[in-house]
């Protein structure tokens, strides 16, 4: 006999009764929960669709960080919550483990079916983290060699050994040792990685092909030798597609950009259109068979839901949209669109210094001002943190204009951009206009953009517990 069905709308409105993040507060992260408070972003958001989040005023937010990339197809599309709920409907024999997955081929096919070169096979697991630890161990097992190399500034997951190569020591920081044999080169540094993978001894080269961190995009040049190379001292080429993947640079992996086929890809945020945790690690066959050597290896590497039925329909759902809703091209159009109209801002303001990016992963720069005035603002704000000032751009961004976005890294004068890939040319245009404004308020002082400035500085000096170099690090997480 089966218990009461649960009331989940009384349950949130029940919670909707207590401040915003009380819950958070109490049992989940304090430290984040006050952040998002200090900063301005603990709204009440009630629900989304497609490109869009709405408050509990009923105000509309154009959201520029799209979950850190996940909502790639919008929030809530309706093809692939069908999917999902056809999944249910069909009561399928889920994860069966010692027996064969309904789903789990579909997906892999139709992820083989759009692979750049010749990858054709699929390991699935849960997230970008997951995936990354995948490959180091594939390329360890591929080459018999122990080394990752990987960029500075790189970010590739939080995990253990995630975080072995991940170029921001911020997050590497209080945890003790991590995995030895890895090491960092400069993006784009041709040079290191010659001198580097010539040494013999480096197994696997993972690097983003745009990376997230900055939105700092390859050079060909890196590129093609990243290939060359890797193919001259047999080590494997792993391409972190996490972000980037499935659409977000216009094409559907960017690797696409540069004509590189590496030797293994890995997947995830955007894969499952929002609803379900995923990731996917392509790799070609002769690695894969050097991982699962023989039947005793069958699942030497393996995690539990890795094959789940709902992650796996929502992944073929998402890729079904993508294809045939041509949203691949629209985040191109749209991209180029937004970026000509940002690049036209720059001509006008002293501290806004570059616009880039490719489709819809777009970064602002900003920069020393030259006016006398200006510099007093700009130098006090870098005093207390050097990541402070993108915020006077944020915060006046959410509250003022209801765009939600980040900033592109820690101690960066950088805005992302990272909206989902169904904007239209009314948001695109709205986004042109609410810069405009925002940007142009910073070039007033003293001026509200400096008053937000002064708040968080004074808020940074106030809380012991949340220190000035800290207070934007919940925003620049992936």
């Given at each position: 006999m089966h218990c009461q069905p649960l009331n989940l709308s009384e349950l949130i409105q029940q919670q909707d009764a207590e401040p915003p993040l009380k819950l958070i507060e109490q049992h989940i992260n304090p430290a984040y929960a006050k952040v998002l408070k200090v900063l301005g972003y603990d709204v009440r958001y009630t629900r989304g669709e497609a490109q869009y989040l709405w408050d509990d005023q009923d105000n509309r937010y154009l959201d520029?960080?799209?979950?850190?990339?996940?909502?790639?197809?919008?929030?809530?599309?309706?093809?692939?919550?069908d999917?999902?709920?056809?999944?249910?409907?069909?009561?399928?024999?889920?994860?069966?483990?010692?027996?064969?997955?309904?789903?789990?081929?579909?997906?892999?096919?139709?992820?083989?079916?759009?692979a750049p070169g010749n990858l054709d096979t699929v390991y699935f697991c849960n997230s970008g983290a997951e995936g990354?630890?995948?490959?180091?161990?594939?390329?360890?097992?591929?080459?018999?060699?122990?080394?990752?190399?990987?960029c500075k500034k790189a970010y590739h997951g939080l995990t253990l050994g995630a975080l072995s190569i991940n170029g921001g020591t911020e997050f590497r920081e209080g945890f003790?040792?991590?995995?030895?044999?890895?090491?960092?080169?400069?993006?784009?540094?041709?040079?290191?990685?010659?001198r580097e993978l010539a040494k013999g001894d480096v197994a696997g080269f993972i690097f983003e092909p745009i990376q997230g961190k900055g939105v700092r995009i390859a050079t060909q040049d890196f590129a093609d030798a990243a290939a060359t190379l890797c193919k001259k001292y047999k080590a494997t080429l792993i391409a972190d597609e996490v972000q980037t993947g499935l659409g977000r640079t216009g094409k559907m992996f960017a690797v696409e950009h540069f004509n590189l086929e590496p030797d293994v890809l890995v997947l995830s945020k955007a894969l499952s259109g929002g609803h379900i945790p995923i990731g996917a690690v392509l790799s070609k066959r002769d690695i894969h068979n050097k991982v699962f050597s023989s039947l005793d290896r069958c699942v030497v590497h393996s995690t539990t839901f890795g094959q789940n039925d709902l992650a796996m329909?929502?992944?073929?759902?998402?890729?079904?949209?993508?294809?045939?809703?041509?949203?691949?091209?629209?985040?191109?159009?749209?991209?180029?669109?937004?970026?000509?109209?940002?690049?036209?801002?720059?001509?006008?303001?002293?501290?806004?210094?570059?616009v880039r990016g490719k489709g819809l992963m777009i970064a602002l720069e900003f920069g020393p001002p030259k006016s006398l005035k200006l510099k007093v603002g700009w130098k006090l704000l870098h005093k207390v943190d050097q990541g402070l000032f993108p915020q006077a751009i944020l915060i006046p961004l959410l509250k003022d204009h209801h765009i939600l976005a980040q900033v592109a890294g820690h101690n960066m004068d950088v805005v992302k951009l990272l909206p989902s890939l169904v904007i239209n040319e009314q948001d695109v245009n709205y986004l042109i206009q609410a810069f405009d404004q925002v940007i142009g308020a910073c070039h007033k002082f003293p001026g509200p953009a400096w008053e937000v400035g002064k708040r968080l500085t004074q808020q940074a000096l106030k809380k012991k517990n949340i220190q000035p170099t800290t207070t934007p690090s919940p925003i620049t997480k992936a």
């Open positions: 520029c960080l799209s979950g850190f990339g996940v909502f790639g197809v919008g929030r809530n599309h309706p093809v692939v919550r999917a999902i709920k056809q999944t249910m409907d069909l009561n399928l024999p889920n994860l069966p483990k010692f027996g064969p997955s309904r789903t789990s081929g579909l997906l892999a096919a139709k992820l083989i079916d759009i990354c630890e995948t490959a180091i161990k594939y390329a360890r097992a591929a080459t018999g060699k122990n080394r990752i190399l990987y003790g040792d991590l995995l030895v044999d890895t090491d960092a080169i400069d993006f784009n540094d041709v040079e290191a990685l010659e329909v929502a992944g073929f759902a998402t890729i079904h949209v993508l294809q045939n809703e041509k949203i691949v091209e629209n985040a191109e159009a749209m991209g180029e669109k937004l970026m000509a109209g940002l690049n036209k801002l720059t001509e006008k303001y002293d501290m806004f210094k570059a």
